[in-house]
């Protein structure tokens, strides 16, 4: 008891500190003081090593020390952005691609999705997440960021995942140990893609100068990691579940991970 009372005081005092360092950053991205803590608690954390040899891992985690169970984070299959994949209508084969995503990750061939949930409310001390890790991350120059959102039409729809200006969001660290905010929709992403079911989001040269702080061109990656910590009583959508895929890293796409299907 008396070990998770300093343990708790230790973070709360962290997200003091922190809220007072990036006080604007806040203000900007909408961001809650415990969005802030939680980051800095994920970010402390040092990165695994990568499961596999793509030069893009995405592996993910949930961040709850107090054991609420109220996080997910899980690849599954069958929850992803179809891109040729096989459909029967109990007679024929064939193959169907979404309108969104008429490109993908070539090496998934389970149709595999990434889920993040936070159930409850957001100021529960908790997060889901994944960490992007792997030769094609650490050190590599940023041009673009992005994902494949299921969720209709646009961005600001209220149907589907969640998409708020804190969640899910890339935190980016750069070479220079700056933090950097990219929300789902603060700043906005340039919609390369969408259907009556998906939307794929893309962060350019441009987009990325909007980050909180802004990443100047020619800044290089140290880390990235996407988090989901807003809860069901963040609106307009109150859903507390985002199902992101094929996640984007200057042009590569990576639409499957080390627990697909678990």
């Excluded at 120059?141 to 600001?156: F, M, N, W």
């Excluded at 499957?256 to 299907?261: C, F, I, M, Q, S």
Aim: contains cysteine.
């Amino acid at each position: 008891m008396l070990e998770r009372y300093f343990r708790s005081a230790i973070w709360f005092v962290t997200g003091i500190a922190l809220t007072l360092a990036l006080t604007s950053t806040v203000v900007a991205q909408n961001l809650l003081p415990i969005q802030i803590s939680i980051t800095q608690q994920i970010l402390s954390t040092p990165d695994p090593p990568p499961p596999s040899a793509n030069p893009i891992n995405i592996v993910p985690f949930e961040f709850d020390p107090f054991g609420t169970n109220l996080v997910q984070a899980t690849w599954q299959t069958g929850i992803g952005c179809p891109t040729g994949a096989t459909t029967n209508d109990g007679s024929s084969s064939s193959t169907f691609t979404d309108p969104a995503c008429p490109s993908g990750d070539p090496m998934d061939n389970r149709n595999e999705g990434l889920l993040l949930a936070k159930t409850g409310p957001t100021t529960n001390f908790a997060s889901a997440g994944a960490r992007l890790v792997g030769s094609g991350v650490k050190g590599k120059i940023l041009t673009e960021l992005g994902y494949d959102l299921r969720k209709p039409l646009t961005a600001l729809d209220p149907r589907g995942s969640h998409c708020g200006a804190g969640a899910p969001r890339f935190n980016v660290v750069t070479s220079d140990g700056v933090t950097h905010f990219i929300g789902c929709n603060s700043p906005p992403a340039v919609l390369a893609g969408t259907s009556n079911a998906w939307i794929r989001l893309r962060w350019g040269a441009a987009q990325l100068l909007a980050a909180f702080p802004p990443i100047t061109p020619g800044s290089t990656a140290s880390s990235i990691t996407i988090i989901f910590d807003e809860g069901t009583d963040t609106g307009p959508d109150n859903f507390g579940l985002a199902v992101l895929d094929n996640i984007d890293v200057n042009g590569t796409l990576q639409g499957k991970g080390p627990t697909g299907g678990q």
